[in-house]
């Protein structure tokens, strides 16, 4: 494995040749519709994408809420998401999907005022987490939504209802369906109850046709034009080989070693898209963290099946990094991972993804009194 020039990351991220919309503007807001724990920011794939063809494709095997999907169809480009995590796959489906917040809404009211009463689950948690109106209309939403054909309006009310379903306290109407809790990730259900009681916190009584409306009307103001694509919540190394078609483009971002809980801090938003109301804190299939080689033997098989799917001198472009607690070299990590591949991918750049002085940068979530995780940009072509 080679890296065949180190070029410093400005001449490489350029602003000025964003496809992306202005920040702020109301054409982004689709890609905001629900947080995911390690979303990178919109402008990395945006940036990298500037310097696309019209007919290109782009794939990304470990897609989480769908940003690289979103930045491809913003430029007009067809593009294909896997990830092996329900949650990121629903959302990252949503950066696909059309339809207006009338139609969104109208599906919701339609849901919520018909059939008889859900299932709800039982316990301290959800006494304290939802008023019982909310809990029971979020039952009934849940058990339609888990029956229903993906079609675009059903993705986006799903999308929706997993971005409103917890989050802070608000003055005014409220914008999240829960108790006060963090918007990124649902905390654990124990310390959860324990912070509720100790504060007297008590459910808020939201009207969640009203909640799923105003916020349908803010993320859907105005959408991109549609582009081709589909999401696949799969294994990506087992799934790859099933696309039948080429790819100019993959732009992703693995797992960072150490980063366990992808599904785990989304227990509260798998249930409601079916799983059982328990946290899950192991995922078949997620790439495990079970020893360095081990890891970059999984992340190998990625990118050797990627490039069975690429046109000769397609792009691989990968974010990567590792949490301080577990003290390891990304770049070392992720050569070894493309060198266990041999499979064509040539490095031309690998650059530090530098101080983490952006808000937007996925490092800065993973803050801790040690330090910001360690990221790097890994530019390779694929050769014959
Ligand atoms: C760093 S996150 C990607 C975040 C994404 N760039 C975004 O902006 O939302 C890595 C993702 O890899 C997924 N993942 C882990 N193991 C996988 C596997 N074997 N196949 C596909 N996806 C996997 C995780 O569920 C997680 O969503």
Redesign the pocket.
Known sequence: MTIVATIPLESINRADVSPLPPRGSSLGRLNAICP?Y???PLDFPGRILADAHDNDWVL?????????LFAARLRGLGSVG????PV?AALASAKLASATADDVTSLCEQILGSGPEAEQPQGDFWELAYHPNTLADLAKLRRALMRMADDSTTVLLRAIVLGILHGPLRKGAPTYLSNQMPRTYASKPDSAVRFWHSRGMKPPEVDTLDAVRRRARFTLAEIPTQAPGCVRA????AEIPSLDRRFQWII?????YGMRT??PDQWLRSWFLGSDPLATYRVP???QHRGLERFAE?LADVWRAAAARCVEGARLVVRFGALPSVGNDPMKLLMRSLELANAGWTVYSIVTAGEPSEWSR?ATQFSTPGGYVEEIDCYARLDA
């Open positions: 995911y390690t979303m990178f990304d095997p470990f897609c989480g809420r769908g940003t690289t896997i990830d092996i995590n990121a799969a294994d990506a190394a992703t971002s693995p797992p960072y992808y599904s299939g997620h790439l999984g996925q």
